[in-house]
């Protein structure tokens, strides 16, 4: 029992075979019938169907193999079963659809409930499909009719086309998809005739009309064993519908009804279009089964794929895919949209961290964002290069991630980015390129640095040790062996050491440099004394941090500086001690443990540490 209208939110399998006894009870619509004060019954018997109407309800019922269970039903509700007129077309439309309504040359899909007008609307657009196979009838159709002539027209003015398909009862009860509930031929011919006849009839009032091409539904089966019924059948079927002004149509498998119909005698009287299942995922019409000369003049249609879920626009469904070569100088598949890729990415990336890169696809024309479309996305080049693939969703916009990044550092500090849309049935292929910053890090330590140009006693050491300027955008570590000490008169150190340490994910570099102990005696001035002398500065995108730790005398004395950076302590004559110097850099940080300078260009630096991060924005 089902009570009221269907939604239009249905999950419904792509087929559906066989009919059970049932009742559909929903309010009747405006009509002659409704407003008569008497109820009324009408039964279609090759649907094995009552429908009636009393008191602003309308109720369908359907039988399967108990057809008198349904007529008691509605006896125990004062229907006139009993008296039940043989249903007519009912009312036709005001006009009927265009001679080419099953005529196209291209994809279509079909599927046991069709789909509500604004999901074929979504499709239509979106979806490389152009023609859809709706259910008119027969005992065997497990939705039922689910279109109606105003349906019909809406979607026909939108540019779908038909493929209209009936279906009678089968050659076994286990036929194809049936699973032991089909309705079985028991009488081929005049039961062959009395399908025709009723498939007409709803023909008729879907709008269809005269030399339309309707399809009979034959499920697989096995062949010879029910060839002997089954030809007959659809003969009768299509001898018939020739009469009533119709073309003949029939769907089976490749493998049962098709090669019985080429091996039939001379004098058979073939359908006029075949519609031949063979899920191999192949769009075309030709098969090695069917020669040539058979139904070679736009006379196929070949479903190559069921059962399948597909989503266009946002809209899933369930449905059977097909192509369809029916009718000449037709309606041609939709044409192919132009389109275009942006790249939406990000404009930096870090090696050792997760990229989400992204690419919006929209219609070249107009700008409409185009879904459910596969994009690549790609950061690098060659053998180098990283990519994945994403989904574009109802903007248009596809995204995946990249899970570390892996990249050169190159002298621009660039990746190349790429986004790709092959195309498929419905647009055109589309690609983006960009160039993203590739973050960085820098870093420099050494342990002493002397420039004292004093008469006489000149000194000048270039940083010891040094590791020199490092520019990296990986993770990795340079340090020069320490050297044991340096001696020049005016100044001695001792074990002197630097090292900078990178890292990845995010990207960060630390740089140390250490003296154990110095000493400078500048004439004229009091001796500095230094011991446990280290520097440290350390850099990352996200902040650049520094100290120093030593111990310092000045003339034998101890003079406490705290953590507080760059502490000035006056040496007299103009000679100035900095100890903790700090000084902010472009993206970073310079710490010198001690710097001294001093009247007549001396300059002197113990343990010097620098470190930076790039292109952080």
């Not at 009919?19 to 009747?28: C, D, K, N, Q, Y």
């Not at 089968?170 to 009488?187: L, P």
């Not at 769009?283 to 249609?301: E, K």
């Not at 103009?574 to 443990?593: F, P, W």
Request: charged fraction near 15%; hydrophobic fraction near 40%.
């Amino acid at each position: 029992m089902y009570l009221g209208e269907a939604g239009s939110r249905q999950d419904c399998p792509a087929k559906a075979f066989g009919r059970a006894e049932a009742l559909h009870v929903r309010p009747a619509p405006a009509g002659p019938d409704t407003a008569a004060s008497q109820a009324r019954v009408t039964e279609n018997r090759a649907a094995h169907t009552y429908r009636a109407t009393a008191r602003g309800i309308a109720v369908t019922a359907s039988y399967g193999g108990d057809r008198e269970l349904i007529r008691r039903v509605l006896r125990s509700a004062s229907l006139p079963v009993d008296t039940a007129r043989a249903e007519t077309a009912g009312t036709r439309p005001l006009a009927a659809l265009p001679a080419d309504a099953t005529s196209f040359q291209g994809k279509g899909f079909d599927r046991c409930a069709a789909p509500p007008s604004g999901q074929m609307d979504t499709w239509r657009q979106s979806s490389p499909y152009g023609a859809v196979g709706v259910y008119i009838g027969g005992v065997n159709a497990g939705c039922g009719v689910t279109v109606d002539a105003a349906w019909m027209q809406a979607q026909y003015d939108k540019g779908w086309r038909y493929f209209p398909i009936y279906v009678g009862p089968q050659a076994s009860h286990d036929a194809g998809s049936c699973d032991e509930d089909c309705e079985v031929i028991t009488d081929p011919v005049p039961e062959g005739a009395a399908a025709a006849r009723d498939a007409v009839a709803q023909a008729n009032a879907l709008g269809l009309p005269a030399g339309s091409v309707l399809y009979y539904n034959m499920e697989a089966y096995a062949s010879p064993t029910h060839t002997g019924k089954v030809l007959p059948f659809i003969q009768s079927w299509t001898s018939t519908l020739h009469g009533l002004g119709y073309r003949s149509g029939v769907y089976g498998s490749l493998m049962s009804l098709i090669i019985d119909l080429v091996a039939a005698d001379e004098g058979y009287l073939q359908p006029d279009v075949i519609d031949f299942a063979k899920w191999d995922d192949e769009p075309t019409t030709q098969d090695p089964r069917i020669p040539a000369a058979m139904w070679a003049d736009h006379q196929r249609i070949k479903q190559y794929s069921g059962d399948i879920r597909e989503t266009h626009g946002g809209v899933t469904l369930d449905i059977d895919a097909n192509l369809l070569d029916v009718g000449e100088g037709v309606v041609q598949p939709p044409a192919k949209k132009d389109t275009s890729l942006a790249w939406s990415g990000p404009a930096t990336v870090s090696n050792g961290s997760p990229a989400a890169l992204a690419a919006t696809l929209t219609e070249k024309d107009g700008g409409a964002p185009v879904a459910d479309r596969e994009v690549s996305l790609s950061l690098g080049t060659g053998t180098g290069a990283q990519s994945c693939a994403g989904t574009t969703d109802a903007t248009g916009k596809a995204s995946c991630t990249v899970p570390s990044v892996n990249q050169p550092l190159n002298a621009d500090a660039t990746v190349p980015a790429a986004a790709t849309f092959a195309g498929d049935d419905a647009y055109k292929e589309s690609e983006a390129t960009a160039t993203v910053r590739l973050q960085y890090v820098s870093g420099r330590a050494y342990g002493l640095k002397a420039d004292v140009p004093l008469l006489g006693l000149p000194v000048r050491i270039e940083p010891t040790p040094d590791t020199g300027p490092v520019l990296t955008a990986g993770a990795g570590t340079k340090a020069p062996a320490c050297a044991s000490g340096v001696n020049a008169l005016i100044l001695s150190a001792d074990t002197l050491c630097a090292r900078v340490e990178t890292r990845t994910g995010p990207g960060s570099a630390t740089a140390t440099a250490s003296v154990e102990e110095a000493r400078i005696g500048l004439p004229g001035l009091p001796v500095v004394g230094l011991s446990g002398v280290e520097a440290t500065s350390t850099a990352g995108c996200t902040a650049a941090t520094g100290g120093t730790k030593l111990t310092l005398t000045v003339a034998g004395a101890p003079v406490r500086v705290g953590d507080v950076p760059n502490v000035t302590v006056d040496l007299g004559l103009g000679a100035k001690l900095v100890v903790n110097e700090q000084v902010r850099t472009a993206g970073g940080l310079t710490v010198n443990a001690v710097h001294l300078t001093a009247p007549g260009g001396i300059d002197v630096v113990v343990a010097s540490t620098t470190a930076a991060a790039h292109n952080c924005a």
